[in-house]
């Protein structure tokens, strides 16, 4: 079965220039990087790339997958980046470096935790700079939070502050906002009588700020993920230029089960389809359509969010297990057991690379 369709190919050196080319620019502007690795699922193989290719911490949002890399052997440090379950600090504690936190309950919680386990953990205290999705709103409360890790928890360090932005409210990182949380660790710098290791500016979201030169000075770390791996979004929602970064570190392929000159309306009496939707059908007459064997249940809800090679393609629909391809304007012949490649986005490659009906090819090991 191992080496059936659908599957993922990932090319892992593709994917470790990726990460040697956002270290290497961040690096320039005096900015660390820890690689999010859990766009791809946390799959091991490439977290090894993450790692081999210089960040300096291995992040991801779901412990289990931070467990699979450290039992893969990669010895990194570890980094939480989505603020802690109270019913998993036990956890967070036993696999990770550093988390990043907003609850008051979750950083004592985790003090406790770390002195039962005879460490010291980091934390990053995550202001919510309008976006809306985790972090402390105001200054005030987020200062009198940071005194209290510095003066009350000896077993946990403060570490520095961080922001996430653009994943809720779709609120750019410019450099007024992220001048914002400089501001905030300045105020919290002056309470302690020290400089904080980190001033963690965000995501790959916040990448246009280095790639523009115009990143605060103090923000000497991100977390970037979707930059590393598929290098899209930069490019399709900003216009960013990208074309040092290798955009086919996936490569989705999928077998043709029928082929057929069909109608493109739908003959009969409407009701809804397989998910209760009730989509619009443009009638372009007959034309050939090929359905490959792979639907909703592989890569999301949205067939939009995969792309094929071939630009004569053209997605038109989808169940659980099919999608519909118009192939009419397709030059070469298509027929039944061909297979047909797809690049992803994030959209999709969070379910790609998650779903046991995917198999996971690897392409170019290399160390
Ligand atoms: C997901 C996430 C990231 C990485 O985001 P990308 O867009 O993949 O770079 C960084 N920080 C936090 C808190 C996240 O949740």
């Not at 995550?126 to 976006?131: E, F, I, V």
């Not at 290798?246 to 000159?261: G, N």
């Not at 009701?271 to 619009?280: E, I, L, T």
């Amino acid at each position: 079965m191992d080496k059936g369709f659908p599957r993922v190919e990932i090319d892992l050196e593709a994917l470790r220039h990726n990460v040697s080319t956002v270290v290497k620019m961040c690096a320039d502007q005096g900015v660390e990087v820890a690689g999010v690795i859990k766009g791809v699922t946390g799959i091991p193989q490439a977290a090894a790339a993450f790692a081999e290719s210089g960040v300096k911490y291995i992040a991801s949002s779901r412990l289990e997958q931070i467990e699979d890399a450290i039992n893969y052997g990669i010895h990194k440090p570890m980094m939480l980046i989505r603020i802690p379950m109270l019913s998993e600090v036990k956890d967070v504690i036993r696999l990770t470096a550093l988390s990043l936190n907003s609850e008051l309950e979750v950083l004592e919680a985790l003090n406790k935790e770390a002195a039962a386990q005879n460490k010291t953990h980091k934390v990053i205290l995550m202001a919510d700079l309008g976006d809306l999705r985790e972090g402390f709103w105001g200054t005030e409360d987020m200062v009198e939070a940071a005194l209290k890790v510095e003066n009350e928890m000896d077993n946990l360090e403060l570490a520095g502050v961080g922001t996430n932005l653009g994943c809720y409210g779709s609120i750019l990182a410019t450099n007024e906002k992220l001048q914002e949380l400089v501001d905030i660790a300045e105020a919290i710098e002056a309470k302690i009588g020290r400089e904080l290791e980190f001033i963690s500016g965000g995501a790959t979201s916040s990448l246009m700020r280095v790639f523009d030169g115009d990143l605060p000075e103090r923000v000497n770390f991100l977390r970037v993920g979707e930059a590393i791996l598929n290098a899209r979004d930069l490019d399709v929602y900003f216009g960013y230029d990208m074309s040092m970064f290798r955009q086919d570190v996936f490569t989705l392929r999928a077998e043709v089960i029928e082929v057929k000159d069909k109608p493109t309306y739908p003959q009969g009496e409407f009701s809804v389809d397989a998910f209760g939707k009730k989509p619009v059908y443009e009638d372009r007459g007959i034309r050939k359509r090929a359905l490959v064997a792979m639907g909703k249940v592989d890569y999301g809800s949205d067939y939009h969010e995969i792309f094929p090679h071939n630009k004569d393609i053209r997605v038109i629909g989808a169940s659980s297990d099919h999608t519909i391809l118009d192939v009419e304007d397709m030059t070469e012949p298509l027929g039944v057991g061909d297979i047909l490649d797809f690049g992803i986005n994030y959209a999709s490659m969070v379910y790609v690379t998650n779903c046991r009906n995917v198999k996971i090819v690897f392409k170019n090991p290399g160390i």
